[in-house]
C-alpha cells in the first residue's frame, strides 16, 4: 500500500482495543440497529441519533446499558460518527449537519441502490461513491467509508459474524481509529481496501450480495483470502 502504510485489522480478542463514543447519524434504520447493539456489547458508549427522538428512545429501551436516544445533532457529539441513512436523505441529513460535523471523523456507511423487478442494482453518483459525497459535503470533516457489505440482520441477530469490513479513506490516523473499531466487534475484521477513491465499487458490491441473499436465502458477506 504505497505511502499509506495501514495495517490489516485482527480480530484477536487478546488485542488492546480502545473504548470509544459512537454516534449513529439515522440510527433508527435497520443498519443502525445492528450496529447499536454489536457496538455496544463490545463495550462502547453509543449516541444512537434519530430526526425522531422518541423513536430513538424506543429502540434504546431495546438495548443494553451504554446506549442513549439523542437526536441526528446529538449523534455528532462522539470520537466516531457513523453515517447509517437511507441514500434518498443523504445529502440533505449531511448538509443539516454540516457544523455538528466539522472537526469529526465521519464513518459513511450508506450503500446508494436502486431495486426494480429484476433485482438489486447500484445507482450512478456523481461524485464517483457516497462516501465521496460525503467528503464533498463535508469539507471540515474526515470521511471514512466502512460497514458497507455487513447484513443488518446478521448485526441484529445472535448468529456468529465472520465477515471482513472494507475500509477505505484517505487519512491514515482515521484509516486505523476505523479498523480499530470493526475490531471490537466479534467475528468481524477490518481491511484496508484503498483510498477514498475506491469507495464506488465497493458500495456497488452491495447490489451482488444482496442478489445472492435472495437467491440462496443466505446473509452474505466478504471475505479476503490471504491475509494473515
Not at 449523534?75 to 457513523?82: M, P, S
Not at 447484513?151 to 448468529?159: E, F, H
Request: charged share 20%; glycine share 12%.
Amino acid at each position: 500500500m504505497h505511502g499509506m502504510n495501514v495495517r490489516v485489522g485482527t480480530s484477536d480478542p487478546g488485542t488492546p482495543q480502545v473504548r470509544r463514543v459512537v454516534g449513529l447519524v439515522g440510527g433508527t434504520g435497520a443498519l443502525g440497529r445492528g450496529l447499536t447493539r454489536q457496538l455496544s456489547m463490545a463495550g462502547h458508549r453509543v449516541r444512537i441519533g434519530s430526526r425522531d427522538l422518541a423513536r430513538a428512545e424506543a429502540i434504546t429501551a431495546m438495548m443494553g446499558s451504554g446506549v442513549v436516544a439523542v437526536t441526528n445533532q446529538g449523534a455528532c457529539d462522539a470520537d466516531l460518527v457513523l453515517v447509517t441513512v437511507p441514500w434518498s436523505g443523504h445529502d440533505e441529513i449531511l448538509l443539516s449537519l454540516r457544523d455538528a460535523l466539522t472537526g469529526r471523523t465521519v464513518v459513511d456507511c450508506v450503500n446508494p441502490l436502486g431495486f426494480d423487478e429484476r433485482g438489486p442494482f447500484p445507482l450512478s453518483v456523481d461524485a464517483g461513491s457516497a462516501t465521496q459525497r460525503a467528503q464533498q459535503l463535508l469539507p471540515g470533516s474526515v470521511v471514512v467509508g466502512a460497514f458497507h457489505h455487513v447484513s443488518a440482520d446478521q448485526l441484529a441477530s445472535d448468529d456468529l459474524l465472520d465477515s471482513d469490513v472494507l475500509v477505505v479513506g484517505d487519512d491514515r490516523d482515521a484509516l486505523h481509529a476505523v479498523i480499530d473499531l470493526v475490531d471490537t466487534i466479534t467475528g468481524l475484521r477490518g481491511v484496508y481496501a484503498g483510498r477514498l477513491r475506491n469507495a464506488g465499487q465497493i458500495e456497488a458490491l452491495t447490489a451482488n450480495l444482496i442478489a445472492i441473499n435472495r437467491r440462496y436465502g443466505v446473509q452474505s458477506g466478504v471475505r479476503i483470502a490471504g491475509l494473515d
